[in-house]
Structure formats: structure tokens, C-alpha cells
């Protein structure tokens, strides 16, 4: 089975574009994650989104932050403008739910420069 | 509220040799969930191991082990014969049924050749 996988896997650009990093959870689960990781702040989970659903965007940090996930296959975050603030390395994560499975899945990670 | 307490920056070990890494949690929850992510240089969070609150048994993944203390509230993680390529950060992590998952600020291990 194929992992979560994510795209880009680094990502270099001038401040004030806009950023999508895109997201491919693990077929069959029903729960996604984006988190940002700095060594600043750590692991910081930005959006939680539950069938398809975002439950908890608590942690995005601003207007400039969007994340979408139109069907159970697929998921995006957009930053729009980018700031040199949000460089990091960005996380999707999946799981599935019910049961006792409470594992979380990471891709690899879009590691994100803003100049 | 949760928290996860990684006391050791950095620890080293030589090759093939055992060490054990550090984790204190704190919850009043009685069902959560604990886990061992390894993050290598290329960054990639990969799970080491996962144990259940509810199971006295201690998880075992291979080389990897773990020593849950439920009461004391403590979760270490032991490598035994180590490999160059468990050079890595590893985080403690904590988790109930929800979405919320509690990170430590991570153990970077050296393995010396």
C-alpha cells in the first residue's frame, strides 16, 4: 500500500506568492492532518479534517492559510500571500477512525522556503 | 491539560550497543494512546512503536521496546543493538480519542560508528 503522499517535496518562493501543498491520504482513511514544523514551535497541528469534513482550523494562523479537502482522495493548503515567516516544513498526516486505530500516518513532507 | 516531557536534548550510543530514551506524560484520561515517531534527516515522521494504555503488556517492534509505567506515568523507548541508521530525532507522543495529539520536544540520538 501506498503511504501518504504529498507534493511538492520542496518548494522555493518569493514572498508574496501564493503556495499549494497537496496532500493523497491513505485509501481508507477518513481522517487528515496538517500540521507545520519549525524548531522554533515544534510539531503545531494547523487543520483536522474528519470525512472530508474540517473540524478543528484552530491552529491555522491567519487569513493567508486556506486548506480544502474536496473528496476522501485529495486535500490542499494554500498560503496566499506567502511570508518568510512560513517557511517549514509542512506534514499532512492520515488515519483512520473507529476501533482502536488511532495511528497516525505522515507523508514525507513539503519543506517550504519563502524568500 | 496533556503534556509530553522529553528530559534528554540529545543522547549517543555506540553501534550496537543499547540506550534508552526518555518520556513523562501527563493526563487524567485513562484510555490514550502512546507512540515512538523516528524522524531521520530526510524528515520523514515514521512510527516506531504504538501502545495502548489500557494493554500492561509492553509493546516490541523487532530491536525496538518500550518500558509503560502507567502509574508513573512514564513511557521510555529502548534500542537495542543500534544501528547507524537509528541516527535520528524521536519524538514521544501522546493521544486520546480525539484528534489531539500531544508531541515531545524530541530526543536527537548520535550512533557512534
Known amino acids: 500500500d501506498a503511504g501518504v503522499i504529498q507534493s511538492p517535496r520542496h518548494e522555493v518562493t518569493e514572498m508574496g506568492q501564493e503556495v499549494t501543498l497537496r496532500c493523497k491520504p491513505i485509501s481508507g482513511h477518513n481522517s487528515l492532518f496538517w500540521y507545520r514544523q519549525t524548531m522554533m514551535r515544534g510539531l503545531e497541528l494547523l487543520i483536522y479534517f474528519n470525512n472530508n469534513v474540517p473540524i478543528d482550523d484552530s491552529g491555522m494562523p491567519e487569513d493567508r492559510f486556506s486548506a480544502k479537502m474536496p473528496n476522501a482522495s485529495f486535500s490542499t493548503l494554500k498560503i496566499q500571500p506567502s511570508e518568510p515567516r512560513d517557511s517549514a516544513v509542512y506534514f499532512c498526516a492520515s488515519r483512520t477512525t473507529g476501533g482502536r486505530q488511532e495511528t497516525q500516518y505522515f507523508g514525507p513532507g513539503t519543506r517550504l522556503l519563502v524568500l | 491539560a496533556q503534556t509530553v516531557t522529553q528530559s534528554q536534548p540529545e543522547m549517543s550510543v555506540q553501534e550496537a550497543e543499547t540506550v534508552t530514551l526518555s518520556c513523562t506524560y501527563d493526563t487524567s484520561e485513562s484510555d490514550y494512546y502512546l507512540f515512538w515517531y523516528k524522524q531521520p534527516p530526510s524528515r520523514q515522521m515514521i512510527l516506531v512503536i504504538r501502545?495502548?494504555?489500557?494493554?500492561?503488556q509492553n509493546a516490541t517492534e523487532n530491536r525496538f521496546s518500550v518500558n509503560f509505567q502507567k502509574a508513573a506515568k512514564s513511557f521510555s523507548l529502548k534500542i537495542s543493538d543500534s544501528q547507524l541508521g537509528d541516527a535520528a530525532m524521536y519524538f514521544c507522543t501522546w493521544a486520546s480519542g480525539t484528534y489531539k495529539y500531544i508531541f515531545g520536544t524530541g530526543t536527537r540520538l548520535k550512533v557512534l560508528a
Open positions: 501502545q495502548e494504555a489500557y494493554k500492561q
